[in-house]
């Protein structure tokens, strides 16, 4: 019960940070947060390296209580981890206190409400990564539409009525097609449950019959296809990116640390536990089409991004990029290919995440992202700037930071695959895109932080006090210790991983 409790402490940790007055929400909103993630590093330290929940059915800190039947399917509470749900869930606790922390400069309207928001979405999100039932996980990955649609609706910029209406729209669209597909592989498999690991083991073994006049190898095929779109959407990926950039830049910078640091990540692990774990044999017939669509999400997010003035913008694009090269990890179907998406996963979110709030520490002080506006902020803002270059420096792929070792183990990964055609010069491909990053990176550094000193707004700039700065610090430090030490997180990846491969027969 250990899970159900995690997420109960803060459901109702979000629903007294509603009722605490405005000028206390943000203090009492870091101290709740703070008992998740004890929580969350607890069960990190509790676990004991199982397999593969999806797979073998070793799950850590299971449980499962019946819950109600809809025509004749059950539906359970059914919840549970293994490595590759644990990581994400401590990178989901992680990023939501220090957003909270970095929240306190940036929010000074409706605080209880947007802190409790934010701590009701901290709940969903672990809900999604946490459910083993697929009603019940279904729940969750559409709760956390309702508190993103209203952070930026309701605290962002000027466009945030349409960012967030945009945002709605594409992602509640997808889902829907992801449903769909996902409900016609249980019809037409012999059982009568939404439970993921009876489902998987059904599809695995191909224990699927013709349904609405297609052939069990068409009907895969299909909701395969459909499902990947679904899930393409909210990571996103090329060319259904398009909501993404609009709701960073009208998203509050400490809702855009969660919206790239945990949200983007509720789709990739969808796409490796269902479409990747569950339809193992159509993952590797649809191969090159999908390292197709990953290579030109790292290529093309990152040109968008080298034509960028808003700083926003740029770190966005950028995370279009990133998810590509987790993309290509998962289908090259290799131990370090995808136990490298997996690992790249919660690496790109604290990178990411600091980048989003380094961004949002120097627009408090300048009140302006563009690029044009300014220069020689590390003459102003030595302790900022200074994260924020080792932050991009991450993003670059530098060794001993967690960036470096999430892409090589992915290229290493894909380029040994045996079941994607081609697959060294997708990986060469992809990996060109370190070279544009590098290149966008380094021109919006030497443009905004070098130089003389020159700011187009009147403002007068000054180093962040320390509840900006130590948010950023926490997180390169975490950032720099998975670089050091890949194995505090990639162990439990890889024994979660192997079934996977196992199992899939590839």
């Not at 990564?129 to 990955?141: E, G, T």
């Not at 610090?473 to 491969?501: E, H, N, R, S, T």
């Amino acid at each position: 019960m250990i899970l159900a409790a995690l997420m109960a402490v803060t459901a109702a940790a979000a629903l007294v940070t509603f009722l605490v007055p405005d000028e206390y929400a943000g203090g009492a909103a870091a101290a709740f947060s703070a008992l998740p993630l004890v929580g969350s590093l607890l069960l990190w330290a509790g676990f004991d390296g199982r397999g593969n929940a999806l797979v073998d059915g070793e799950v850590a800190f299971e449980t499962v209580s019946p819950w109600l039947t809809l025509g004749g399917y059950e539906v359970s509470w059914h919840v549970g981890l293994d490595g590759v749900s644990l990581p994400l869930v401590v990178l989901t606790a992680v990023l939501t206190t220090l957003a909270i922390v970095s929240a306190w400069s940036a929010i000074d309207e409706r605080r209880s409400q947007f802190y409790g928001l934010v701590l009701f979405m901290e709940t969903t999100l672990i809900g999604v990564f946490v459910s083993l039932d697929f009603l019940l996980w279904f729940v969750f990955w559409e709760a956390v539409l309702v508190p993103m649609y209203l952070l930026i609706g309701v605290w962002g910029g000027p466009r945030r009525k349409y960012a967030a209406i945009k945002f709605f729209v594409y992602t509640n669209v997808a889902s829907l097609a992801m449903f769909i597909g996902f409900v016609a592989l249980v019809l037409a498999a012999p059982v009568q449950t939404f439970d993921l690991p009876t489902v998987a083991a059904a599809l695995r073994n191909e224990q699927i019959s013709a349904l609405l006049g297609l052939s069990p190898g068409a009907l895969r095929t299909a909701a395969f296809a459909v499902m990947f779109v679904g899930f393409a959407v909210k990571v996103p990926v090329v060319p259904f990116h398009t909501w993404l950039p609009d709701a960073h830049v009208e998203a509050p910078s400490p809702v855009s640390v969660l919206l790239a640091g945990v949200l983007l990540k509720m789709g990739t692990y969808a796409l490796l536990r269902y479409n990747f774990t569950m339809l193992p044999e159509t993952a590797a017939a649809l191969a090159v089409p999908i390292a197709a669509v990953a290579v030109l999400s790292v290529l093309y997010g990152a040109m968008l991004a080298l034509a960028q003035e808003d700083l926003k913008r740029i770190v966005a694009y950028s995370s279009v990029s990133s998810m590509g090269y987790v993309i290509l990890g998962l289908v090259a179907y290799t131990l370090y290919g995808v136990g490298g998406a997996t690992f790249q996963m919660v690496a790109h979110g604290l990178i990411s995440g600091l980048m989003f709030m380094a961004v949002g520490v120097i627009y408090h002080s300048t009140h302006t992202r563009m690029v044009g506006d300014m220069s020689g902020m590390a003459d102003r803002m030595p302790v900022t700037t200074g994260i924020l270059v080792a932050g991009a420096f991450g993003y670059m792929g530098l060794p001993l930071m967690a960036g470096f070792a999430g892409e090589f183990f992915v290229f290493v990964g894909s380029f040994a695959s045996t079941t994607l055609p081609f697959a060294p010069v997708f990986t060469a491909t992809a990996m060109f895109g370190i070279v544009v990053v590098a290149g966008y990176l380094l021109l919006a550094m030497q443009r905004t932080l070098f130089g003389p000193f020159r700011l187009d707004t009147d403002y007068e700039v000054q180093e962040a006090p320390l509840r900006d700065t130590v948010p950023l610090a926490v997180l390169l430090l975490c950032i720099v210790a998975l670089g050091v030490a890949p194995d505090l997180l990639f162990g439990m990846i890889k024994d979660a991983v192997v079934p996977i491969l196992q199992g899939g027969g590839l």
